[in-house]
C-alpha cells in the first residue's frame, strides 16, 4: 500500500533535523481549507517537503483519508516518511515530479476515493536551503548544484559554465527580478568556470555596485533564487500540473462534491500562474452585459474560497523569515471540467 515509503526510508538524511521544527507557513489557514472530516478520499500534498503541512492536514482530517505525498526530492521524502510515521497507514509517498499528478494519483482513485484537496507549497524547503551540500545557498561553501531531485542531470554549475550571456541575463532578470541582470552575467562569463557557491557569491557581490552591497539582504540572493527556479525549471513544471490539479479535484459528474486546491507561492511569477488558473475557472459568461442571451456557453467549474491573496500576518513573519513572501490562494471545484461542448 505504502508506495516508495520501505524504499525510502532506507535512505539516510545526513544533515541535522533542525528542520523537522520549522513552522509551515499559514499552517492553520491551509488546515481550515482542505482538511477533510467528512468521509474518505484523498488529499494530495504536491510539495510534502518536510512534511509539516501534511501533517497538519493528518491530524485534523479523517481516519479514513488517505494522503498522497509528493517530492523531487529523495531525501525530502525519507524525512517526510520518518516525521509521519504515526500515520502510515494513510501515507503514500511519490517520488515524482507534480507534473505527473494525474498519471500518478488517477490510478490511486478506484481504492482510496476521490480527491479531497490539493496543496501546493512551492519553491525551496528549509532542509534544502540548511543542508549544506546541495548547493542552494551561500551561506555555505559547497559544489553548485541545486537540484531539487538529486537524480536530474543538469546542475547550477552546468548552466552557469555553459549558458549564453544574454540567456544568463535574461533568467537573472526574470527569475530573480535582478535589477543589475547584465553586469551580473557579464562578470559570471569572464570568471568562468565557477565551481561552488562561494565562488559565484563573490563573483555577483564584486559585479554589483557599492549600493548594493550594502543593504540587507546578501547581493547575491535574487541570483541564487533565479538558478534555482532555471536549474527545476520550475515555472514550467508548476504550469503543466496545476491544471492537472483542478481537473482531478473536479467533480466527475454535477452531483458529485467538488475538491479544494490551495497554492502556496513565493514570486510573483508562480502567483500569476496561480492567479490566471483560478481566476479562468471560476469565470462563468463573457459575453457583453447588453447581449439579451449567452453565447458563449461558459460556465465556472470552481468558485475563489480567498479573496484575492492571503498573507502570513507579522507574528508568524517574525517567528518565520521565509513567510514574509507567501501568498495563498485557494478554490473549490464546482463542477465537472467544462468538455467545450458545454
Ligand atoms: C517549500 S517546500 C514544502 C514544505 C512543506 N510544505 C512542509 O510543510 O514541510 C517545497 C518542496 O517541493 C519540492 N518540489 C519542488 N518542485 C517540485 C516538483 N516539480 N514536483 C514535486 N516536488 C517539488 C521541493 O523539493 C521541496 O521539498
Sequence with gaps: MLQLFDTITGGEVAAPMQAASH??????RITRLLAVTDGPGIVVDATIGMGGHALALLAASGPDVALVGFDRDPDALALAGRRLAAFRSQLHLIHAGYDELIEQVGPLRDELGAVRAVLYDLGVSSLQLDRADRGFSFRHDAPLDMRMDTTADRTAADLVNSAAPDELRDLLRTYGEERHAGRIAR??????????TSELADVV??????RARSGPRHPATRTFQALRIAVNDELNRFRASLPQALEMAAPTTSADRGGRVAVLSYHSLEDRIAKQTFVDAATGCVCPPDLPVCGCGRRPWARALTRGIVRPDDAEVARNPRARSAKLRAIEMIAPRPTGDD
Excluded: H, Y
Excluded at 23 to 28: A, I, K, Q, T
Excluded at 187 to 196: E, K, M, N, Q
Excluded at 205 to 210: E, I, S
Design 23 to 28: 513552522e509551515p507557513v499559514l499552517v492553520d
Design 187 to 196: 562578470a559570471i562569463v569572464d570568471a568562468r568556470p565557477l565551481r561552488t
Design 205 to 210: 557581490a564584486a559585479a554589483v555596485p557599492a
